[in-house]
T-cell receptor, first 114, second 114 residues
Framework: DAGVIQSPRHEVTEMGQEVTLRCKPI?????LFWYRQTMMRGLELLIY????????DSGMPEDRFSAKMPNASFSTLKIQPSEPRDSAVYFC????????????FGPGTRLTVL | DQQVKQNSPSLSVQEGRISILNCDYTNSMFDYFLWYKKYPAEGPTFLIS?????DKNEDGRFTVFLNKSAKHLSLHIVPSQPGDSAVYFCAASSRGSTLGRLYFGRGTQLTVWP
């Protein structure tokens, strides 16, 4: 079975540009999570969805960040406009039946904003 | 405020010896604990978990110990191998809570040298 799929793996953009990160969770998983990893803050939960519905977006740093899950097999995290401090690795993860259960991570997208 | 803490950012161990990674937590409601391993340029991968009803769980060379009274868990790797060199994240959740989610520590970089 394929794991969590993320694209692109690397993204380099200029400040002010829109960035869209994509994620396909493991089939059958009800929960999808977006994380950001930085040296300063470690692994931060940005937002998570249950059955395509956003449940907790308290970790989203600013209004520049938005996330959608139009169906059970696809989610996007968008940053508009991007800033250099958004440079980080963004992970998507999914879990089967519970928000507190084991999560399975994708390979991440390394974002660099110049 | 960090609810899961890994106070040692790094650990260096000789091949064949035991590696002990430590993790402390503050929330007494946590009842499920996990360890993840992360290689560079990859997402965290689930390694082993333990429920609060147990104090030990073993899987091959990996054993997790839970001391609920001390709010402390540890991961033992015996014997350590160079391929174990990675960042190890501790995580915890409250499965009994409908709003529970995984909380991650900042990680410990394990280096196993020949």
């Amino acid at each position: 079975d394929a794991g969590v799929i993320q694209s692109p793996r690397h993204e380099v953009t200029e400040m002010g540009q829109e960035v869209t990160l994509r994620c396909k969770p493991i089939s059958g998983h009800d929960y999808l999570f977006w994380y950001r990893q930085t040296m300063m803050r470690g692994l931060e939960l940005l937002i998570y969805f249950n059955n395509n519905v956003p449940i907790d977006d308290s970790g989203m740093p600013e209004d520049r960040f938005s996330a959608k899950m139009p169906n059970a097999s696809f989610s996007t995290l968008k940053i508009q406009p991007s800033e250099p401090r958004d440079s980080a690795v963004y992970f998507c993860a999914s879990s089967f039946t519970s928000v507190a259960d084991t999560q399975y991570f994708g390979p991440g997208t390394r974002l660099t904003v110049l | 405020d960090q609810q899961v803490k890994q106070n040692s950012p790094s650990l260096s161990v000789q091949e064949g010896r035991i590696s002990i990674l430590n993790c402390d937590y503050t929330n007494s409601m946590f009842d499920y604990f996990l360890w993840y391993k992360k290689y560079p340029a990859e997402g965290p991968t689930f390694l082993i978990s333990i429920s609060s009803i147990k104090d030990k769980n073993e899987d091959g060379r990996f054993t997790v110990f839970l001391n609920k009274s001390a709010k402390h868990l540890s991961l033992h790797i015996v014997p350590s191998q160079p391929g174990d060199s990675a960042v190890y994240f501790c995580a915890a959740s409250s499965r009994g809570s409908t709003l529970g989610r995984l909380y991650f520590g900042r990680g410990t970089q394990l280096t196993v040298w020949p």
